[in-house]
């Protein structure tokens, strides 16, 4: 499952960026190879996970709300418990380290809900490195808490007011500073999105949640679970779900997009379901277009799903029949926001809800003996202005 080394994932994938950014991306494919396989490298990375970041994550098995769903047992891989609260602390991590290998002072990094701005601020705090996020503006006002929270760690925030406002264009101006500063600056990417080696330098870190999930299903369950699922906006959560059960074939993928308003509304940002290929922010995949092939606008209440594109590798997963991916709209996600927090006091991310609602309709179609792995992939506090907007809360 590895690309070739042009960066392919089958068809997906490669590298279509400017050529001032050719270097940059050798120099950085080279720099990663040589620490792949590093053991002190490595130690290191896992000290940091271990001491810094709080892993490993428990597997919890979320008992309440299978019995209100009914069907086969549901258990969450609780990402909102690492530190920052999510998963993005794993990739800004292994990503922090190796710029400090390269010898890079300044990150660069984008962000749609905040939590990889946060974590990436997190990093560079601690490293002693400049930090700088970009966030289109209507993410900025959707997502205010964590904009504060990476002023306090002392990361440069700035607002992105073109295009629609949200993570596409977000990186968009991420990607312009890096072609403008390559020499001195590193950056951090925090999805499987981008150039040829960011897709699979990004799962490789993240890949850590899959890796200890398949244990802890194994100790809990006393098998590999019959499904396994997560949401999918760029895509970094569940590819490091699903990548350790690839060769697994007993255990069925489902990546959970967001559903907008609905598909048939054109509200919505279920990339796969929807889009078809095309190149975007460096590589070809699939990803949201209108009819003359231009970059579509999209929508979904999460700012974290809301992204016109898809990593590479799940568009492999998708042809391939590897992986299934299916759509949930926000008001369905907004129902398993509630759902989740009263069957067992956990406010989830609304990225993480979106695969909530998926999971407690597909644990009812199931009988008991069947379970369910569900990357909760971030706590929802930074969503609770959204949250109470949605239900009329004042």
Not at 89 to 99: D, E, F, R, S, T
Not at 230 to 242: E, K, P
Not at 315 to 336: H, I, M, N, P, Q
Request: aromatic share 6%; charged share 20%; hydrophobic share 40%.
């Amino acid at each position: 499952m590895l690309p070739d080394n042009r960066g392919y994932f089958g068809g997906y994938g490669g590298r279509y960026v400017p050529e001032t950014l050719v270097p940059a991306l050798t120099d950085l494919t080279a720099g990663y190879e040589g620490v792949k396989n590093d053991t002190s490298f490595q130690s290191e990375l896992d000290g940091l996970l271990a001491h810094y970041a709080g892993r490993a994550t428990p597997l919890y098995y979320a008992a309440n709300l299978t019995r209100r769903c009914g069907g086969a047992r549901i258990f969450l891989k609780r990402e909102d418990l690492a530190h920052t609260g999510s998963h993005k602390i794993n990739n800004a991590l292994g990503q922090g380290l190796l710029a400090k290998r390269l010898g890079k002072q300044r990150i660069i990094a984008e962000t749609g809900a905040g939590q990889h701005g946060v974590a990436s601020a997190a990093v560079c705090a601690m490293f002693g490195l400049d930090c700088v996020v970009y966030m289109g503006e209507d993410d900025v006002k959707r997502q205010a808490l964590n904009v504060f929270r990476m002023r306090l760690m002392g990361a440069e925030v700035r607002p992105v007011a073109s295009g629609s406002r949200t993570l596409k264009d977000a990186i968009n101006e991420a990607m312009r500073d890096w072609v403008s500063h390559p020499e001195d600056s590193y950056y951090l990417i925090g999805s499987v999105v981008g150039p040829h080696p960011y897709p699979m330098m990004v799962r490789d870190f993240q890949s850590v949640i899959g890796r200890e999930a398949r244990t802890q299903m194994l100790d809990a369950a006393g098998k590999l679970p019959d499904y396994a699922v997560a949401c999918v906006g760029g895509g970094s959560n569940s590819i490091g779900l699903f990548y350790p059960f690839i060769t697994d074939s007993s255990v069925k993928l489902i990546g959970v997009e967001a559903g907008g308003s609905g598909i048939d509304t054109g509200r919505h940002a279920a990339t796969l379901s929807a889009g078809r290929p095309g190149v975007l922010h460096g590589a070809r995949s699939y990803l949201m277009q209108d009819a003359c092939g231009q970059v579509a606008e999209t929508h979904s209440i999460s700012a974290g799903l809301d992204y016109p594109g898809v990593g590479p590798e799940h568009s492999f997963l998708k042809d391939s029949g590897r992986a299934e991916y299916v759509a949930v709209t926000d008001e369905e996600a907004l129902a398993a926001f509630r759902l989740l927090s009263e069957t067992e006091g956990i406010l989830p991310a609304m990225e993480s809800s979106h695969a909530i609602a998926l999971a407690a309709r597909l644990a009812a179609a199931l009988d008991k003996s069947q379970t369910i792995l569900v990357c909760l992939s971030g706590r929802g506090d930074k969503d609770m202005d959204i949250v109470m907007k949605a239900m009329g809360v004042s």
